[in-house]
């Protein structure tokens, strides 16, 4: 372990290369990961609303089903995740992402190719569809997968007894690599679409998922077999893991053995009985995982984090369905989502600084108001009766509000980085991301509701009432920790009330 540290010390010197490299290695498998991901999130949109068009109701199941399966599984794939060794979480990661979306791209390309499925053989088209959705729910659990892996526990292991502001750097660069991907993948996959054809996109995808998880396996591997503390860190989480089953097992036993034989026994007995069901209900998975969220202190934050997911005013699902409803070009809907990257990236270079001045918590507060402030035009559009005005003042609005948005996350993750224990950082990222997508696929039901593309204005004012509630939850956590919103007496009028003050005096 001490020699591993010592290879990982900045500066870094003749001996110090190969770790550089290992971690960068690492950013590249982040990024063929993540690109293979954004490619199909921008794609499945368009592919939905094209399969069975004037409707939002398939993009909306399809979108309900994927954050369904995050919001009922998350907890359970971060005790997983805690249960099984590194190396064989990224095994089962990379082979379930690629196949699944390869399996889904496949089915995509028989929808667009035979067209004609939902009136001569609607129960073979109902069949793809259903691929699609239940390969979509696979990817994106097993996406979630790795997620918690590198960001919960790789970053803070190799960052480990270093200063504090590498983890805020990697953070900020692993972050940073999938908002590139976010700018890149639709932009091209755009292109693609508007100037080749929708099918070409869908093979271009499955071929994509094919090539890169071998690449990308290689990658994780050589990170993990170069840097002997990520190797220790997941033998220790494992010993951990199984010395608390050996503990309760041990409890139980012992509990048994100690029943009294006398001639309330029969009570005792049954009191035991009800105490062990509630014990056992407590020991779900499920229940357990939600238990050690609720009694951490960055709760609160991340309940506020999940309500910015309760939202159309994204480029999502269901507003790229409705931006391509209302004529928009696809390339341009993929330049608007590059556009929303870009500005996503500079708040990744934003972040460290503003963090460094005005602490973690501060931040969080100036980063959820600037992203409700940026969101005002949305609803202001709703008064333009020009569709296309009203569709671009949207994509604008969505693509500025962005660099709130994503200082907020980072600001709640390293909250969470600094304040959750050790055995608790994964099954804490499971729930987050499990609460998160809970509220994803509340909005993908208002879309099933709510389905019609003329209707979308509602929508967007319930997204925007979430945005509001999620600013004052996170204003009721900063008032508990700092006792204060703001810096009352640093303010222009603070300082010239006391300078008459002391005049008058």
């Known amino acids: 372990m001490e020699e591993s540290v010592k290879l990982r010390v900045p500066p870094l010197t003749g001996q110090q290369e190969q770790p550089l490299a290992l971690i960068n290695y690492l950013y590249i498998g982040h990024f063929l990961a993540r690109w293979g991901t954004r490619m199909w999130e921008f794609s499945v949109g368009l592919y939905m609303i094209n399969i069975w068009p004037e409707s939002l109701l398939y993009a909306a199941i399809y979108g309900a089903v994927e954050s369904a399966s995050i919001a009922v599984c998350g907890p359970i794939i971060g005790r997983w995740v805690d249960k099984l060794s590194s190396l064989k979480v990224l095994q089962l990661w990379l082979v379930t992402q690629n196949l699944s979306f390869v399996i889904a791209g496949a089915s995509v390309v028989a929808l667009l190719i035979h067209s004609s499925l939902k009136f001569t053989h609607f129960s073979i088209f109902m069949l793809l569809v259903l691929l699609i959705n239940v390969c979509g729910g696979i990817g994106v659990l097993s996406t979630l997968a790795g997620t918690i892996l590198i960001e919960r526990e790789w970053l803070l292991v190799i960052s480990e007894d270093q200063p504090p502001e590498l983890l805020t750097k990697m953070n900020s660069v692993t972050r940073g690599i999938d908002l590139c991907c976010k700018l890149l993948a639709p932009v091209i996959t755009g292109f693609i679409i508007s100037f080749v054809s929708l099918k070409a996109s869908a093979i271009t995808l499955a071929l994509w998922n094919t090539v890169s998880v071998w690449v ?51 009570e005792l007995a049954g009191r035991k009985w009800n105490k062990n069901i509630s014990e056992k209900i407590s020991e779900i998975p499920y229940i357990a995982a939600w238990r050690v ?60 600084v503003l963090q460094s001045r005005i602490s973690t918590v501060r931040t969080g507060l100036w980063s959820i108001w600037s992203q409700w402030t940026c969101l005002l035009p949305c609803i202001a559009a709703i008064w333009i009766q020009s569709g296309f005005l009203s569709s671009y003042i949207l994509m604008g609005s ?76 996170y204003c009721i956590h900063s008032y508990h920790v700092r006792k204060h919103l703001f810096h009352f007496d640093r303010m222009l009028w603070a300082k010239c009330f006391r300078r008459a003050s002391q005049v008058a005096s």
């Open 398 to 473: 969505v693509a500025t509000s962005r660099l709130g948005l994503w200082m907020f996350d980072l600001s709640v993750l390293q909250h969470m980085q600094d304040l959750v224990a050790e055995s608790d950082r994964l099954i804490v990222g499971g729930v987050q991301n499990s609460l998160q997508s809970l509220m994803e696929l509340l909005a993908y039901v208002m879309g099933i509701i709510i389905s019609d593309p003329r209707d979308f204005w509602k929508l967007a004012v319930i997204s925007f009432q979430a945005v509001t509630l999620a600013a004052f939850l």
């Open 293 to 352: 969220y609720l009694q951490q202190e960055v709760a609160l934050p991340g309940l506020a984090l999940a309500l910015l997911f309760f939202t159309v005013l994204s480029f999502g699902t269901l507003m790229t369905a409705t931006l391509e409803w209302e004529g928009i070009p696809a390339y341009v809907i993929g330049l608007g989502r590059g556009i929303n990257a870009v500005i996503g990236i500079a708040a990744t270079v934003v972040y460290p």
């Open 216 to 266: 990308e396996y290689w990658l994780f591997t050589s990170v993990y077999e170069g840097i002997p503390a990520l190797g220790q860190s997941s033998q220790k989480r494992m010993a951990r893991f199984l010395q608390c089953d050996q503990e309760m097992n041990n409890l139980t036993s012992e509990e048994d053995s100690l029943l009294p034989i006398t001639e309330c026994s029969s």
